[in-house]
């Protein structure tokens, strides 16, 4: 530098040459500062062990024996095992159970399945309508067990004999215990858009069923549909423990009813149960789904419209399924048309106002495995355990008189837990590593995000100094008088809880912290001589301030950045605890624990283990972070 | 230095072969490397020397202030005979405030910032003097005794107001007054030394010749031995009976101030002096000593000022010189001058 | 400037702040949620649009937005804050009567405990840099910062049901509870004798014992233990680190040189000299701290089921209550503003070098 200002005669002073000086001066900084790290155990073992759990995240699909969402389909939730060697469950291939039922080929089979007898193994109640004769029946289907892979049924014509109401050609028929006399009653559905119900008033193996009468809402109207009304009863308020009306655990009513020719759409009725358990009472209707919009409501309760692709709706009826397909313990829905084709739906909210939006089967939190369902018009399918075994199986009825099966059974996996598994089956090393790469992404994503929208906007404020500083100050005095977490909070539930949706609330929240730091060092640096020079030689505002002042104020917000991380991973975690981040079925420690907090008193595994993760990477982190800045702050540096 | 303790004079603090190393990141940093002095009782000594030569270190060793990350790693230091270095913990914080005081270079950062001043300078009262026990389990009479005795020594440096100072905090004092409650604090308990650690460098002209006439009334006044740590030649000239010059750590010269001044026999004192500017003699050109101040993480073999000396021989970089007594009262600590000075003692 | 002036000055910027704050809340519910579905709640469906166009016109949604704005500023200042559909359509100013001393009694009480263990360990560590014992507070220290909150209370209910299932045949007479403030079927809150059916304190602890009700103070003082010891902990962590920071930093001074050339003995040197030194940031981070955990300590409430305002919080904004957020907001900012003017009151007692200019 000297010989190069020789030549003036005295020494220039170095500063006005800073940027490319100081640079240099710190790129020697920066190598003796790691030469110091080198030297701090602290520092060494918080390194290695972010790089062990770096390494955890990069190989997970080696590791981790299981994939990120790979979960057993079990129907009711397990509790979760330690050594348990898990089991998968796998389907059959199809196969014929025609001589069985030998049903008529003619007969078009509308069927529901429920334990009639009480033995734990569930009927069939087939429900007919013959397309030569005007004669519909009502036929029962007695479980006799399964043996060898294959089950047995004997059609009992003894146990229900209650004649087809008049003017019923065709029937669809639903069961369940309606008035608390630990028996099932029967509905059916007619085609002339009446339902008519017959209780069973004796036992179980010896019943004595009244005679079909019409069956009348709770404020005495009749039910009356158009054309055929396709029943089903199922306990849809159950499980919320946290409704409003406490839940009812009562069975409600769901009907759907052929195309309307007038409108083009199908409808679906809900009627809540509004009786008790000996006597039930279903309400007018509550919800009306499919076709015809809410007749009035403020705009943002739409979603329970729900569009049907127009080339799945043809003509004739529908008929709905209700399942648990994935894990949320919402329930799912199947349509059925007529014309053979079927559609998904889950429940997106809470049970006692559900909106169903097509499921994504790849995105559904269980690996959804279903075989798939010939197209055939007027096909019909039950999918209940009837083999008593806790897995599904599928039995089809086709409008030829055919009936196949295709059951699920258990094949042992074999493949090693080493910290146990999860609630839903899930291995949580597996998932542990999977959610590893979840948690460090998140953390640089919102860290390195928040940096620079705050190095620029506070290097903005800092170096035109004047209204722009004030606004900017006011401004992160707004963001510094909320409490992180709440405003982080508040804003993922605005957006919608889910990852990405927490990374941009944490961002908005992250950023005013980098501007303030960035503030101070470009308003200390810009009075420095080498801006001064700068400017005297007529260069831009916006490069002094990008080329000049922010690589040199650029070391404190690395210090800060370093040590945000493990508080970031920790906010992140917590947000996600508590519901507003990571979503059922994502692989994210916080989001582990929360599931794992429904049985985390008989399992503690399902806690401990996300929990020490978190731990580990944040205590990491910290020891990274503390360790830069002992070595970068020269207030501390001896 | 065995010469100068046959001396007529009573030595109150004599330093033998004082080596203090500083444990940095980047290195040991050798910053004494065997200081040789020995201080007359009654007299005021300067310590001069280039920023970062160990004058500091120097006195702060004699104290045993020496703080992480340096040590004194060798040498003695014999006050009243006994060995400084070797005392406990407890005898040499008796010896600190009560014997041996310092007056330091800042006063905005060696005052405590949230204690009032008049409770400062009563604690050395507190530790240092005996106090009879009816006053001392009295707390009433106890802190009228310590007011009384701070006021009386706020009088004595000539600070203003002293009975409205006691409950002042310093931030709401000036640099002077400030400096002089230092200076208050350091002879609070009537010491034998008082060591003034570049106690003026921080202050304004005018008030840094108050607080050296007031120092050196107070020297005269009680008799005290003053050493005098400053890179101001001037102050040195006006202030002090003998000079040792310092650099990079080692003594280059010792003498009575008059004979260094118009006769200085180091080549180092002698660039000193030169660089001095004079009023009644305008140069163009000040003269300068050129090279760098060494560093004292790798200094220079032999004598640390060899590269930098117009005088320089092979040996001056094979072999450390000794200090040697040159003249009567006069030490020097190099080759060349030795051998040419040789015999006339 | 007296202290008295700095302080009305102080309150008096509190305004502008508060305004901004309310132009936040009110964009907020503007943009996020229905007022109209969050004011009849459940009832959404079953109302006729005649009673919801009503409503509209009575709410003021159908004004310009300006007006809109000041229809909702004068009924926050009127005290008519809303009714939230999360807590039984109570009106918002009443839970946050109720539910503030809750938060409030655990904020305060984790604080005592983490100033209490926090500033002696960040000064033992501080004066014996390097040592065991510093290494074994920075680690202690260090783990709390990184202790997932959640996960410790967690952790911290495991053991006591453990411990309860543990001591059930040694057939103590309470099981140690890890859930709500008191045993809610076996006590009451109480009212005080002084303040009669006007309200306690608030503070239970203190409440059951002005009333004399022994049994009842003991069966809060277990609910309490756990919540307030796991938020303590990650709180002593923060101050302890923050103790250490400052005394190091002060050690470091030359003022402390200075009182060792006095000769003062080491142990003064630290207690008189030092720490009146460094307990001044200590004493912004406690009292922000404290500021934070008024408001709701979240995760902590949550799992606890402390009915406090943290809990309130997530339950009111997982379900977008706009008139819980925004009394919850509103209340929030002003105990943060408030908090810290106290802090720098504290200041000025603490630091003689502060003036209030």
């Known amino acids: ?638 | 230095m065995t010469e100068a303790t046959a001396n007529t004079q009573d030595v109150i603090l004599d330093i033998k072969n004082l080596k203090v190393n500083f444990y940095t990141y980047e290195g040991v940093v050798k910053a004494l490397d065997g200081i040789d002095l020995s201080i007359y009782k009654g007299e005021s000594f300067g310590l001069v020397g280039e920023t970062g030569c160990g004058k500091s270190v120097t006195v702060r060793s004699v104290m045993r202030l020496i703080e992480e990350p340096g040590k004194i790693v060798e040498g003695e230091i014999f006050y009243k005979g006994n060995d400084v270095l070797k005392l406990k913990e407890k005898e040499i914080r008796k010896l600190r405030g009560a014997k041996m005081t310092m007056i330091f270079q800042d006063p905005m950062t060696f005052l405590n910032p949230v204690i009032q001043i008049g409770e400062q300078v009563s604690e050395m009262f507190l530790i240092h003097q005996k106090i009879q026990k009816d006053i001392l389990d009295n707390k009433k009479k106890l802190s009228k005794y310590l007011k009384e005795k701070v006021v009386e020594i706020f009088d004595l440096v000539k600070l203003p107001d002293a009975a409205e100072l006691f409950k002042r905090y310093p931030h709401e004092l000036s640099g002077g007054m400030r400096q002089r409650v230092l200076i208050a604090m350091s002879i609070a308990a009537d010491p034998d030394i008082i060591i003034a650690d570049e106690a003026t460098t921080a202050l304004d002209v005018t008030i840094q010749a108050q607080i050296l006439n007031l120092l050196n009334k107070l020297k005269k006044d009680l008799g005290r031995t003053l050493i005098f740590v400053t890179h101001n030649l001037g102050i040195v000239a006006e202030m002090c009976d003998r000079v040792a010059v310092l650099y990079g750590g080692q003594i280059a010269e010792v003498a009575e101030t008059k004979a260094l001044f118009v006769d200085p026999i180091h080549p180092y004192t002698q660039g000193l002096l030169r660089s001095i500017p004079l009023l009644h003699k305008p140069k163009d050109l000040l003269d300068s000593i050129d090279g760098v101040v060494p560093n004292l993480v790798n200094p220079p073999s032999g004598c640390r000022f060899h590269p930098r000396c117009p005088l320089k021989e092979d040996i001056c970089a094979q072999e450390r010189p000794k200090l040697v007594k040159v003249l009567p009262e006069h030490w020097v600590h190099c080759h060349v001058k030795q051998r040419e000075y040789e015999g006339k003692v | 400037m007296k202290l008295r002036e700095y302080i009305f000055k102080r309150l008096i910027l509190l305004i502008p702040v508060l305004f901004g704050v309310s132009i936040v809340t009110f964009i907020l519910s503007d943009s996020v949620g229905d007022p109209v579905a969050a004011y009849i709640g459940t009832a959404l469906d079953k109302t006729p649009p005649e009673r919801i166009e009503q409503l509209r016109v009575q709410l003021g949604l159908d004004k310009p937005i300006l007006d809109r704005f000041w229809i909702y500023l004068t009924r926050l200042l009127q005290g008519d804050w809303g009714r939230s559909p999360t807590l039984q359509n109570q009106p918002v100013l009443e839970i946050i009567a109720d539910r503030f001393p809750a938060s409030a009694e655990l904020a305060v009480y984790s604080m005592i405990l983490a100033i209490a263990i926090g500033v002696p360990l960040g000064i033992i560590s501080a004066i014996k840099k390097d040592k065991m014992a510093d290494q074994v507070s920075r680690i202690t220290a260090l783990s709390g910062v990184s202790m997932p909150i959640f996960w410790l209370g967690l952790m911290v209910q495991i053991i006591l049901f453990n411990f309860n299932v543990f001591m059930d045949g040694a057939n103590l007479p309470f099981n140690i509870p890890y859930h709500e403030r008191l045993t809610l079927n076996k006590y009451v809150v109480p009212r005080t004798i002084l303040f009669g059916n006007f309200g306690a304190t608030g503070f239970l602890l203190i409440d059951s014992l002005l009333n004399f009700d022994i049994p009842l103070f003991f069966d809060v003082f277990l609910h309490i233990f756990a919540p307030s010891f796991c938020l303590s902990w990650v709180q002593m962590a923060i101050i302890t680190r923050m103790t250490r920071m400052a005394m190091l930093e002060t050690m470091k001074k030359d003022f402390i040189l200075l009182a060792r050339s006095k000769g003062l003995t080491e142990r003064v040197i630290i207690y008189r000299h030092a720490l009146r030194n460094a307990i001044i940031p200590t004493l912004t981070v406690a009292g922000l701290a404290l500021a934070g955990l008024m408001t709701g300590a979240v995760l902590t409430e949550t799992v606890f089921d402390w009915p406090g305002l943290g809990w309130w919080a997530v339950e009111s904004v997982s379900v977008l209550d706009t008139a819980a957020i925004q009394g919850f907001v509103i209340i929030t900012a002003l105990i943060y503003v408030l908090s810290n003017l106290a802090v720098d009151i504290l200041y000025a007692v603490v630091d003689p070098r502060i003036r209030f200019d």
């Open chain 1, 1 to 638: 530098m000297v010989s190069d200002t020789e030549y003036l005669g005295e020494e220039i002073h170095e500063d006005v040459f800073s940027f490319r000086v100081s640079l240099k001066a710190r790129w020697k900084e920066i190598r003796y500062a790691i030469s110091l790290l080198r030297k701090s155990p602290l520092f060494i073992i918080g390194f290695i062990v972010i790089v062990f759990l770096l390494a955890l995240a990069i190989f997970a699909p080696i590791i981790a024996s299981y994939g990120p969402r790979e979960f057993d389909i079990r129907i009711m939730n397990e509790p979760p095992f330690t050594t348990d060697e898990r089991t998968t469950l796998k389907w059959t291939g199809y196969s014929s159970l025609s001589g069985d039922f030998d049903l008529d080929p003619d007969l078009k089979a509308r069927t529901w399945v429920a334990d009639f007898t009480n033995n734990s193994l569930d009927d069939f109640m087939v429900g007919t309508a013959s397309t030569d004769t005007s004669e519909a029946s009502l036929l029962f289907f007695e479980n006799r067990g399964a043996t060898e892979e294959k089950l047995n049924w004997e059609l009992r014509d003894d146990y229900f004999d209650m004649p087809i109401p008049e003017g019923v050609t065709r029937v669809v028929p639903t069961a369940g215990d309606l008035d608390g006399d630990n028996d099932t009653d029967v509905i059916i559905g007619g085609d002339d858009g009446h339902l008519y119900v017959s209780l069973n008033k004796g036992t179980p193996a010896t019943p004595a069923w009244t005679a079909f009468s019409i069956l009348n809402n709770s404020a005495g109207q009749m039910f009356n549909f158009t054309g055929q009304a396709s029943p089903s009863l199922i306990d849809f308020d159950s499980g919320e423990e946290k409704t409003y009306d406490n839940g009812s655990h009562l069975l409600d009513l769901i009907v759907t009813s052929d195309i309307d020719a007038n409108t083009g759409r199908y409808q679906i009725y809900t009627y809540m149960n509004r009786g008790n358990r000996t006597h039930y009472s279903f309400g007018v209707l509550t919800y009306n789904w499919a076709g015809k919009p809410v007749p009035y409501g403020p705009k943002n309760v739409t979603g329970k419209i729900l569009e049907i692709n127009p080339t799945t709706a043809t003509t004739g009826s529908l008929r709905i399924y209700f399942a648990f397909i994935n894990n949320d313990q919402r329930p799912d829905m199947i349509l059925m048309f007529d014309s053979g084709k079927y559609e998904y739906y889950t429940a997106s909210s809470v049970v006692k106002d559900p909106q169903f939006l097509p499921l994504d089967k790849s995105e559904a939190s269980v690996l959804f495995e279903f075989p798939a369902l010939p197209e055939e018009p007027f096909l019909d399918f039950r999918w209940t355990d009837f083999t008593g075994d806790n897995a599904s199986d599928l039995i089809i009825f086709a409008n030829n008189g055919s009936v196949i099966y295709n059951f699920q059974y258990y094949e042992v996996d074999g493949r090693f837990h080493l910290l146990g598994t999860d609630e839903q089956g899930g291995d949580i090393w597996s998932r542990i590593c999977w959610a590893l790469r979840t948690d460090f992404f998140l953390a640089v994503w919102i860290v390195s995000v928040a940096a620079v929208v705050g190095t620029i906007i506070g290097g903005l404020a800092g170096y035109f100094g004047g209204w722009v500083d004030n606004l900017m100050m006011r401004i992160t005095d707004i963001f510094f008088a909320f409490p992180g977490l709440i405003l982080a909070m508040s804003i993922a539930a605005a957006l919608g809880p889910n990852l990405f949706n927490l990374s941009i609330a944490m961002i908005i929240v992250w950023w005013s912290g980098y501007a303030r730091i960035a503030r101070g060092q470009v308003i200390s640096e810009k009075n420095r001589l080498y801006v001064e020079a700068a400017r005297s030689i007529g260069m831009g505002d916006m490069r002094i301030l990008f080329r000049h002042i922010l690589p040199n104020s650029i070391y404190p917000l690395l210090v800060a950045a370093t040590l945000d991380l493990g508080g970031v991973v920790l906010t992140a975690a917590g947000l996600s605890f508590i519901g507003f981040g990571a979503q059922p079925g994502d692989a994210e420690l916080g989001i582990m624990i929360s599931s794992g907090r429904q049985y985390f008193l008989s399992a503690p595994w399902l806690v401990f283990f996300p929990g020490i993760f978190i731990f580990l990477i944040v205590l990491a982190f910290n020891l990274v972070g503390d360790g830069v800045r002992d070595v970068m702050d020269p207030k501390l540096r001896r």
